[in-house]
């Protein structure tokens, strides 16, 4: 037994798994002066792709929109192959969604404010994100909905 085996947790790549911009009512759509409303959605997954070595990818989605017409649609999944070794089992979920998503979120960030300027907009700087807390959210509605409601269950 190797019971004073290091943890290891390294970066092994990263990289830009996907990325597409679309501006669908160009030309028309920079002449518009008003300003769009702009949605961001985040969303993370991991694969073990070897022994002791992951792929982490963050997909950020950016959607502005003025009424009903689009104006911009820009998507990045930003990657990353993580090699995790001799952490216990428990650590690592945690792990693979909090600490590889904070570490591709810079990239993440640039990528789609570098897309959005290219498309022909102001850049979009994407605020810092809790990767932790929206972690600990999704647990705690896993064990909710394992848990089940019991039958005299107080619906608030």
Known sequence: MEQNAQPVFG????YVKDLSVEVPNAPEIFLE????????QLNTGGRAVGEAVYEVVLTVTVTAKMAEKTVFLV???????????????????????????NILFPYAREAVSDA?????????????????????????QQ??????????ASIQ
């Open 11 to 14: 970066i092994e790549k990263l």
């Open 33 to 40: 002066r008003e300003q769009p409303q702009v949605e961001i």
């Open 75 to 101: 998507e990045v999944s930003q990657a990353g192959i993580f090699r995790i070794q001799n952490v216990p089992e428990e650590q690592l979920e945690p792990l693979i969604a909090v600490a590889c998503p």
């Open 116 to 140: 959005v300027s290219r498309a022909g907009f102001q850049p979009i700087v994407l605020q810092p994100v809790n990767f932790e807390g929206m972690y600990m959210q999704r647990l705690q």
């Open 143 to 152: 064990q909710e909905e394992q848990a089940g409601a019991p039958a005299d």
